[in-house]
């Protein structure tokens, strides 16, 4: 059978296993140095009491101090083990964390995007990093403790071992009760605030539209939910901590009587009535913090689980071999492309080329795919079947850091991102000036951006200037053509400008025609026609017409000619059909039959 390679997680996990290992190792010292106190009360009641020696008291106490100093160092080095094991978890997983989230909302087209695995990695580090764990690391020296107080007195032995089964039993109970509807509690808040988030984006037109009240009562309901099992949740756990809490402070009293009795009837010395006591105290203490923190333990679980999913689902993007720089020419063969986790076709079995160089306009009706195949082209959506080619090679086979600087995209729905100009027009790689006012006036941008409170080192974004439409989208055309692209898709790059925009933007085509690089504009408007070499015709997924611009044209009015010809001959047949019949008399009897 074929093994599964291992994810991300599970590797870090394995990286940190000798400090794991170290912690235990640590764990082992600090328990037994928790004997030190009981031991101490033993010393001083059996031999300072009875022998009234200030100098075995002193000595016995400078042990004691010495070895408690000691207990404190190895509990603090732990605990800096595990911030350190927190921190190099972060490390090791931060960007494959986020390069799965982020191959997750591509993968949704969008409709998943969210920083929750990000969120996810946070709390189960700051869980690593917490008290709550070490509880599982002293849980297994409940035995050792147990036969020591069998070592005092076989009573004392019983009583923690019933008392021990005791808060086991609440434990289980704990998580039977709580764990599954704290683990629904913590989806339905996930999915409310991605909801929330979604909503936010959109803030213009819930405030435009007085949406805001509806869409606030959905909300609510949702956070009611939320509340309502949290809350339960909480609830049943609150009671079982209290009495986990109530028995192990009743037990600690009880032995107390227990050890008095036994003194009394000199079965144990005097130093064991509170030795016993505490001693089982230290017992019963991890047990009752790992109820305590249930809670955490609950969220880090499912942390961990969505973590290990989405990293098991993501694919480990074999090494690409490099290839050379392209030149632009693209080539489709027999494509059909889907919206990602649907299976219904949007692209149906297409093929065309386009050599290098070439300006190529697609129009089409709303829905007709026309997004899709941009989408296609850059290898953003994977093909059901059928290949796109970019000189020769799939352009799946790129590697994508590689071939990024040779794509050139402009998409409908402009995102700009949080920073300087010249640091979105550069992709937010090393900013080359140079470079830079190229592209912003090869976009027709340069002065545009030159009259912005800093010019290109305007900040824009949540603390920078909020940009219009037409601005957005022209910078995101100089981001689209910025280095050297050789396949550039423009995607509706005209929707939000003016004349003067639409003159920079037929401008700009004129440049990229210079450079030589492959162009694709999808458009609705027919005033850049003038621009194309070529037009492709998208109906239903399917394209209808493809050549030469001057061709296509031609079909489209030949087209639109004959259909006009045949809806008038239809209008002139249909008015000689109802002066026929209005000139036809009425036969009553005819027409009842």
């Known amino acids: ?63 004691m101090t010495g070895l408690v100093v000691t207990l404190g160092a190895l509990e603090w080095v732990r605990s800096r083990i595990m911030v350190r094991v927190s921190t190099r978890l972060d490390v090791l997983l931060g960007r494959q964390v986020y390069k799965a989230s982020f191959k997750r909302a591509l993968d949704s087209g969008g409709m998943d995007a969210s920083a929750q695995p990000l969120n996810d990695l946070t709390g189960l580090r700051q869980f690593l990093s917490g008290n709550g764990l070490f509880a599982f690391f002293d849980a297994p020296w409940l035995p050792i403790y147990v036969a020591v107080m069998f070592m005092f007195h076989p009573w004392y032995g019983w009583v923690a071992v019933g008392s021990a089964l005791l808060l086991l039993f609440l434990a289980f109970l704990n998580e039977r009760l709580t764990g599954p509807t704290l683990a629904q509690a913590n989806k339905e808040h996930i999915g409310a605030t991605l909801h929330t988030t979604k909503n936010l984006r959109n803030a213009e037109v819930i405030e435009s539209m007085g949406m805001l009240e509806t869409l606030m009562d959905r909300w609510g309901r949702r956070q009611r939910n939320v509340l309502l099992l949290q809350s339960g949740a909480s609830d049943r756990g609150g009671i079982i901590s209290t009495l986990s809490r109530s028995i192990r402070i009743l037990v600690q009293s009880l032995i107390l009587g ?4 036994l003194t009394v009837d000199h079965q144990v010395g005097p130093g064991m009535v509170f030795a016993g006591s505490v001693l089982l105290g230290r017992a019963l203490a991890p047990i009752d913090l790992i109820i305590g923190s249930w809670k955490g ?65 697609i129009i089409g009706p ?36 590689e071939l990024g600087p040779y794509i050139g995209y ?7 991102f949080e920073g300087s100009i010249s640091e979105n027009i550069a992709r937010f790689t090393e900013v080359d000036s140079e470079k830079v006012i190229l592209a912003a006036k090869t976009a027709g941008v340069h002065e545009m951006i030159l009259q912005l409170p800093d010019g290109y080192d305007t900040v824009i974004g949540s603390d920078g200037v909020m940009l219009s439409g037409g601005q957005r989208q022209r910078i995101g055309l100089a981001r689209a053509l910025y280095g050297n692209p050789r396949l550039i898709i423009l995607d509706e790059p005209n929707s939000n400008l003016d004349e003067v925009g639409d003159r920079a933007l037929a401008a700009a085509i004129q440049q990229i025609k210079l450079t030589g690089a492959t162009l694709f504009v999808i458009t609705h408007r027919t005033n850049i026609v003038s621009q194309l070499d070529r037009l492709m015709v998208m109906i239903g997924g399917t394209i209808s017409h493809y050549g030469p611009r001057e061709q296509v044209l031609a079909e489209l009015n030949a087209q639109q000619a004959q259909r006009h010809a045949t809806q008038a001959g239809a209008s002139v047949a249909s008015v000689a059909t109802r002066k026929g019949d209005a000139d036809e008399p009425y036969d009553a009897q005819s027409s009842n039959g």
Not at 258 to 261: D, K, N, Q, V, W
Not at 386 to 400: E, N, Q, T, Y
Request: proline fraction near 6%; charged fraction near 15%.
């Open 1 to 63: 059978m074929r093994n599964t390679p291992e994810n991300s997680l599970k590797i870090a996990l394995k990286a940190c296993r000798d400090s794991f290992v170290s912690v235990g190792f640590f764990s082992f010292f600090i328990n037994a140095l928790m004997l030190v106190p009981t031991f101490y009360m033993l010393q001083v009641y059996g031999r300072v009491v009875t022998s009234g020696s200030l100098t075995t008291l002193a000595m016995l106490t400078l042990i």
């Open 410 to 416: 402009l998409p409908q729905d402009i995102e700009l």
């Open 297 to 361: 333990f609950i969220a880090a679980r499912s942390q961990y689980r969505r973590l290990n999913d989405i990293l098991d689902k993501q694919q480990a993007q074999p090494e690409r071999m490099s290839l050379p720089a392209p030149k632009g020419n693209v080539q489709v063969e027999s494509l059909v492309v889907a919206a990602p986790g649907s299976k219904t076709p949007i692209i149906n079995n297409i093929s065309f080329n386009v050599p290098a160089g070439c300006v190529v306009g």
């Open 258 to 261: 227990l050890g008095a009795y």
């Open 366 to 401: 709303s829905a007709a795919g026309k997004s899709t195949l941009a989408r296609a082209l850059m290898g953003v959506w994977a093909p059901q079947h059928g290949v796109v080619r970019l000189d020769g090679a799939d352009i799946s086979a790129w590697d994508k850091h």
